[in-house]
């Protein structure tokens, strides 16, 4: 199989599996997530706390991955290329 028939092929299949129930309730976990980091990362930076500074840094490396993560995941020519 030639490599433009195998993304072609991954294409297709990677799509068919965004379709699915628990692809898209991962989705939703994931966006979920990044809500909680973000609402953590309000009321952290409002904070006037000791090690608030460390606190946010962590927050936003954590938010960062999840979004990095879902892209890899969801976006079918990022998910193909990490395969390549």
């Given amino acids: 199989m030639s490599l433009p028939t195998k993304s072609a092929e991954l294409?297709?299949?990677?799509?068919?599996?965004?379709?699915?129930?628990?692809?898209?309730q991962l989705g939703r976990v994931?966006?979920?997530?990044?809500e909680r980091i973000i609402e953590s990362i309000?009321?952290?930076a409002s904070s006037l706390e000791d090690g608030a500074d460390m606190r946010l840094r962590v927050l936003a490396v954590q938010l960062q991955k999840v979004r990095t993560l879902k892209h890899a995941i969801l976006d079918t020519?990022?998910?193909?290329a990490q395969l390549e």
């Fill in 30 to 34: 994931l966006d979920k997530h990044s």
């Fill in 11 to 24: 294409s297709t299949l990677h799509r068919q599996w965004l379709t699915y129930a628990v692809t898209q």
């Fill in 42 to 44: 309000c009321t952290t």
């Fill in 77 to 80: 020519e990022t998910f193909i």
